[in-house]
């Protein structure tokens, strides 16, 4: 078992190969997904995060470090408020972005769960599982973010993250019947920063809860299909487009609010340990 008192150098290394074990994992199965035309190759590429996470815990700290993260990843005590915050606000978020764009004239899309609610229902499940929540989250905020806090504040940890997370979605741009393929890079770019903002401040706010981390992530995937926002739905790239810049103002909001440097309200040191952040 290897110790957890690796000096600030080596968990910087560990940090980037990490992120080469998640990039090069999920882009060769994507690769394989579009070489063989089997979806299941895609399924496997969402859990490069998630591989890279565990067994760079393995590596680090052993089966101690490997139980500590499949237990934040259950953690479900947090104030109930955070499970109404988790599961609502994406979904308010898309409603008034489809509310502003009917305003300025669009028609507004039927949902494609019209209808359908039973299936809807489903697809929230298969999306937690499946969809990108459970494979990624592991690795972008129980392994990455705690890492990227120890050594910059908050604020910066969720932009340099949230700059990786978009360019690890890169091959699915060039990838047919993805969501990203229908969406300029730039945009998405925008909108998984001003995201990964959103995902710290719950992060941090409920002590480095990894499971409300994934419950977010399968609201907001989730909704995106019941609210039609995406351009395959709404026939429109501008329901996203004003979907991202309201994420760009909720972003800003919440860093004017909870500060820059935890985004929790708080910068005693014993929240910033806790945290992995800089002190």
Not at 154 to 172: D, E, K, N, R
Not at 203 to 218: D, E, R
Not at 234 to 251: D, G
Request: glycine share 10%; with cysteine; aromatic share 14%.
């Amino acid at each position: 078992m290897r110790s957890d008192s690796t000096t600030p150098k080596q968990n910087s290394t560990a940090l980037w190969i990490y992120f080469v074990v998640s990039f090069v994992w999920s882009w060769l199965f994507w690769r394989l997904a579009v070489l063989t035309d089997q979806a299941g190759m895609g399924i496997v590429a969402g859990f490069g995060p998630m591989i890279a996470a565990y067994g760079m815990t393995g590596w680090q700290s052993g089966q101690v470090g490997i139980r500590a993260l499949l237990k934040r990843g259950i953690q479900w005590r947090v104030k109930w408020r955070w499970f109404v915050v988790v599961w609502t606000l994406p979904a308010l978020i898309l409603l008034m972005a489809l509310g502003l764009y009917g305003i300025l004239g669009g028609a507004l899309p039927n949902s494609p769960a019209t209808g359908r609610w039973g299936l809807a229902i489903v697809n929230f499940f298969l999306v937690m599982l499946i969809g990108g929540p459970l494979g990624e989250e592991f690795g972008w905020r129980g392994y990455a973010l705690p890492a990227f806090q120890r050594k910059f504040s908050a604020f910066w940890s969720s932009v340099i993250l949230g700059i990786i997370w978009a360019c690890w979605h890169l091959p699915l741009f060039f990838i047919s019947g993805t969501v990203q393929h229908q969406l300029p890079f730039g945009l998405f770019l925008l909108n998984t920063i001003a995201l990964s903002i959103l995902y710290t401040w719950v992060y941090n706010n409920t002590s480095g809860s990894i499971l409300m981390s994934i419950l977010l992530h399968t609201a907001v995937n989730g909704w995106s299909w019941v609210i039609p926002i995406l351009p395959s739905a709404a026939h429109s790239l501008r329901p996203f487009a004003i979907a991202t810049a309201l994420l760009i103002i909720i972003a800003a909001l919440i860093v004017l609010v909870f500060g820059a440097r935890t985004l929790t309200g708080q910068v005693n040191r014993a929240t910033l340990s806790r945290l992995g952040g800089q002190y």
